[in-house]
Structure formats: C-alpha cells, structure tokens
C-alpha cells in the first residue's frame, strides 16, 4: 500500500476540507484481500498505474502535442498575465475550452458540441503544473487529481486511486504527491468559500477567465 495514506488517513477524526480529502484516500486505499488456500493474502484488483501525463503547447504553430505525442491542431491561443487559454475541436464533435493557470496549478477546462455554444459554468480542473518552458511554448504536467465542480451545487475530487497507485509504483514520489494533494485541497478549500462558484474563486485570486 503506499506510503501517502498513513501520512492522510491516520486520523479517522479529521474535519473540514482536510476531512473531504481523507474520505476520498479512504474509500481509494485498497480492501483487505481475503486470504488464499495457502494462507497468504491475494492480491486486490487495481488500475494499471501510469506515468504523469504530459502536453506541449505550441503557440506558433498552433498546435498541442498530447501525452501519446499525437499533434492536434488548436484553432486559438491566448495569453494573459494568469495564463494559457486554448481552444480547439475534440473527435470532430466537441469543442474544448481550457485556461492553464500556474499560480493555481490547476487547468480549468469547459467543453461544449460546437464552438460558440451557450457554455455550462460546470468546470473540471485538473491539478498539475503549467509552465512556460519558451518564449511561444508551454508545458502541462498533469498530476492525477482531478475537481469536478457543479456550478453553485457541488464540488468532487476525482484521481486519488490513480495518484496513491503511481506513487506505490514508484512513478512518483513523495514530495510530487504532497504538492499534487496540497494543491487539491487548496483548490477545493477555495471553492468551498466561495459556494462551488469557480469564477468567484478566480476573481478573488485576481483572474478574470474569457471564453469564446
């Protein structure tokens, strides 16, 4: 089992945000395995544990390279003193909106059917790090975890089993994985002060999100 939970979940009392994350590694941590013939323990079923995923930005060319190193071409880039916006077609049947934020190091990503649709103030922001790694490209360094924010509603974390599985297997190490979680709670810590509204949160971290 990895070395993160003790450090997360020893304490069954936890409350607040740090409580809604220890839940979330609880319920990831692996069962106990019943035990075999032979007496020892079988081993629990699991995701197949996989590196940090990895994305370059080309503004020039405007274009991103994906984690499998496939080019897809981006119809716009924008920069700002907060960070990257990009736009481009999904599959030929979704548009993809999303804004790099390194202060935050969170990705917030809207997607709709078509460009120009009426967008959903839904998020999903993906925790990581955003870099400008050139003076016309970007790098994204996705660390697992993701928050999936319902507009006023609610607010969930999704990729602990993914992060606690590439830690056990040695993808990443402790201090990735505390700077990874650390930065989730400090996202889900913001938007709970701010009723699940991810504009409100930005505003107050002075960021002002356009979409097309």
Do not use: C
């Not at 274009?63 to 736009?87: C, H, I, N, S």
Request: proline share 6%; aromatic share 8%; hydrophobic share 45%.
């Amino acid at each position: 089992m990895s070395t993160l939970l003790p450090l997360f979940v020893a304490a069954p009392t936890i409350t607040g945000i740090a409580g809604y994350l220890a839940r979330d590694l609880r319920a990831a941590a692996p069962a106990a395995a019943p035990a075999t013939s032979a007496g020892t323990a079988a081993p629990p079923p699991a995701t197949p544990p996989h590196r940090p995923l990895v994305e370059y930005f080309n503004l020039a060319e405007l274009t991103v390279t994906d984690a499998k190193g496939f080019v897809r071409q981006v119809e716009r880039f924008q920069v700002e003193p907060w960070g990257l916006y990009m736009a481009r077609m999904v599959d030929g049947s979704r548009y993809l909106q999303s804004w790099l934020l390194p202060d935050l190091s969170v990705r917030a990503t809207v997607v709709h059917t078509r460009a120009g649709q009426h967008r959903s103030r839904d998020y999903v922001l993906d925790v990581g790090e955003f870099t400008k790694i050139a003076p016309r490209r970007w790098k994204a360094v996705d660390q697992y975890l993701d928050v999936v924010v319902r507009h006023r509603r609610s607010t969930h974390l999704h990729g602990v089993g993914d992060l606690l599985a590439a830690h056990a297997a040695g993808l990443v190490d402790t201090a990735q994985a505390h700077r990874a979680v650390e930065r989730a709670t400090a996202a889900l810590d913001g938007l709970a002060a701010h009723d699940h509204d991810v504009e409100r949160w930005l505003t107050a971290n002075d960021i002002t999100l356009t979409w097309m």
